[in-house]
């Protein structure tokens, strides 16, 4: 079993910055790829960023490549996304998912129904 608790959003003006964290509970985190994803009122929830257990490996959506950063603490037992050059598109709420793995590079999950675990999410608003 393993719980993720989300933190670190808020309200940004557009062309700003926020970092976003992940934090996991359990002793074998770098078994699982970890995701990101998000979902504004009245959408699905959409695939952002994932990353393999290892670190090594990163997968992003087309529409945040070169803004957004995934990244792990395998030590910590934490996962980010740092978020740059925000556009009020972006504002969504953001969760984090983990889908356990047998290796430490896989990394190209990018359907929610992959994930077996979720945390309760955190509120993105980037204003225009």
């Known amino acids: 079993q393993v719980q993720l608790v989300e933190s670190g959003g808020g309200l940004v003006q557009a062309g700003g910055s926020l970092r976003l964290s992940c934090a996991a509970s359990?002793?074998?985190?770098?078994?699982?790829?970890m995701g990101w994803f998000r979902q504004a009122p009245g959408k699905e929830r959409e695939f952002v960023a994932s990353i393999s257990g290892s670190g090594g490996n990163r997968y992003y959506t087309d529409s945040v490549k070169g803004r957004l950063t995934i990244s792990r603490d395998n030590a910590k037992n934490t996962v980010d996304l740092q978020m740059n050059s925000l556009k009020p598109e972006d504002t969504a709420s953001y969760f984090c998912?983990?889908?356990?793995?047998?290796?430490?590079?896989?990394?190209?999950?990018?359907?929610?129904?992959?994930?077996?675990?979720w945390g309760q999410g955190t509120q993105v608003t980037v204003s225009s």
């Open positions: 998912a983990a889908k356990r793995t047998y290796d430490g590079g896989s990394y190209y999950y990018t359907a929610a129904g992959q994930y077996d675990y």
């Open positions: 359990g002793r074998t985190f770098s078994s699982y790829a």
